[in-house]
């Protein structure tokens, strides 16, 4: 089925799920939790956030397919004074409307760095290119790749990491599309698991 250009988005669909990491902050806020149902709690209001973020109009569009073997690469800089404990019932202080900041740990240094934060991002068919920006002891760097590892199915696998917060997560998606008539359904299904090394448990999300 040849489908009318104007329904396609300027990106492709390796770029779209970097929208999973749109909040970094949040993401990184996972491994402040105390408790694995404090983990858990982070880890769906982060999650949650992603779908929030990926729509900018509304009309859904469908982003490029890649090819097999393209990859992208992005990073973040997120300030150490962000991320925060969520702010919880029974007051404790966290980042809601009224309370205190809690400032989380200093990430270890490393690189010789620049003033401020930086990040950026890029990517390319084949191996694209990598991320990069200023460095900084007062920022936390996050760093995402994503390759297209499949063509049939079209399967996408995306790794993000923190080294400072010690966490990871690991995901693979595939899309499925549906005619329905008049209009295209599209299910995106696969696994991803967060790890954060400081904890035993693993936190296991299924799209």
Known sequence: VVLPTFILEKRSLLEMYANFMAHPDMFLSITSGVT???RMLRLVEYYLTAFHEGRKGAVAKKPYNPILGESFH???AVPCDRVRPLLRKGGVPGSGPGSAPVPA???AQHGTGHDGCGGGGGGGGGGGGGGGGGRNSDCYHVRFVAEQVSHHPPVSGFYCECKERKMCVN???????KFMGMSVGVSMVGEGELHGYT?????????
């Open 171 to 177: 995901t693979h998606v595939w899309t499925k599309s």
């Open 36 to 38: 694995a149902e404090e």
């Open 74 to 76: 992005c990073s973040w």
């Open 105 to 107: 740990p200093s990430p």
């Open 199 to 207: 904890h035993v448990t693993v936190p296991h999300v299924t799209h």
